[in-house]
C-alpha cells in the first residue's frame, strides 16, 4: 500500500529487508503493479547459515541509466584500443561487478535462501511467535529489566531491553563471559529512534554529544539487543532468560 501511495505521486519505493528477510515473503510484483517494488536489498548474513555471504541488491532495471558501472574494473567491458576508445558490457549485472566475483558468497547466498524457502516462511513465524511469547513472559517478571517497544510483542525474534543502572556494554559482556550468550550493545545504528526510546530530550542530547565528542561513552545511551531463530529450543531461551 506505502508503495502504491508513493507510484501515485511520482515516487519510487526502495524497501530495506535488512532485518525481516530471513523470515518473510518477498515479492516484488503483487498482482497489482502499482504495489510493486522498484528494489529492494537485504543482508544475507543474517540468514541461518549465511555469515561470510555478500549484500543483495535487487532492482527494476528500468532505474539504471548509468553507462559507466560504480566501480570500473575487468570484465565490464567489451573491449578497448589504444586509443582511449572502449565499450562497457550491456548486461547490467556483468557491468557492475568489476573483478573476481564473490563465488563462494553468492553460492553461499542462494543455499541461505534455499534453506529459508525449505524451512517454510510460515513455520518460521510461528516459532518466532512461540519463542517471543517466553521471553516476555520471563523479562516482564524482572523488575528492572525494561523491553524497548515493549507494547509490541507480535514482532520478529529481536528483542532490545536495558537493565536499570547497569551499563549495555558491561551487559553484553556478562552474558558473553559468563554464560556464553552473544548479543550485541549499542543503539543498534538508530540514534535517532533511540532518543524516543529512551526519552532522551535536546539538552541533554547536546550534553551526551558534547561528552562523545571528546572520547568520553560512559553516559552513551544504548541497550542490549538479542537475536532468537526458530532453530532455538525452548531450554535454550529459557536459559537465556535466566541468565
Known amino acids: 500500500e506505502i508503495a502504491e501511495l508513493m507510484h501515485k505521486h511520482g515516487g519510487v519505493c526502495f524497501v530495506d529487508f535488512a532485518c525481516s528477510a530471513p523470515y518473510v515473503d518477498i515479492d516484488m510484483h503483487p498482482e497489482n503493479e502499482e504495489q510493486a517494488l522498484d528494489a529492494i536489498f537485504f543482508s544475507p548474513h543474517k540468514f541461518l ?36 576508445e572502449h565499450k562497457y558490457i550491456d548486461n547490467i549485472e556483468d557491468r557492475e561487478d568489476g573483478g573476481t566475483p564473490g563465488f563462494l558468497q553468492t553460492i553461499k547466498t542462494a543455499l541461505a535462501i534455499k534453506l529459508k524457502e525449505a524451512m517454510g516462511v510460515e513455520h518460521i513465524l510461528k516459532r518466532e511467535h512461540e519463542l517471543t511469547s517466553i521471553i516476555f513472559n520471563e523479562l516482564s517478571g524482572i523488575d528492572n529489566v525494561n523491553i524497548l517497544a515493549g507494547q509490541h510483542q507480535d514482532r520478529l525474534g529481536v ?3 536495558y537493565i536499570d543502572d547497569l551499563h549495555y556494554n558491561l551487559g553484553v559482556k556478562l552474558l558473553n563471559d559468563r554464560f556464553g550468550i552473544q548479543t550485541r550493545g549499542g543503539c543498534s545504528c538508530a540514534g535517532t529512534y533511540g532518543h524516543f526510546l529512551l526519552h532522551v530530550d535536546q539538552k541533554t542530547s547536546h550534553e551526551l554529544t558534547n561528552e562523545i ?31
Open 49 to 84: 547459515g549465511g555469515p561470510g555471504t555478500s549484500g543483495v541488491l535487487v532492482f527494476n532495471k528500468k532505474l539504471y541509466h548509468n553507462m559507466i558501472p560504480d566501480c570500473p574494473g575487468g570484465g565490464t567491458v567489451s573491449w578497448t584500443n589504444p586509443w582511449g
Open 159 to 161: 528483542i532490545s531491553f
Open 213 to 243: 565528542s571528546i572520547g568520553d561513552l560512559v553516559r552513551k545511551p544504548g541497550w542490549i539487543r538479542m537475536s532468537i531463530h526458530p532453530t532455538t529450543t525452548n531450554a535454550e531461551m529459557e536459559f537465556v532468560c535466566d541468565s
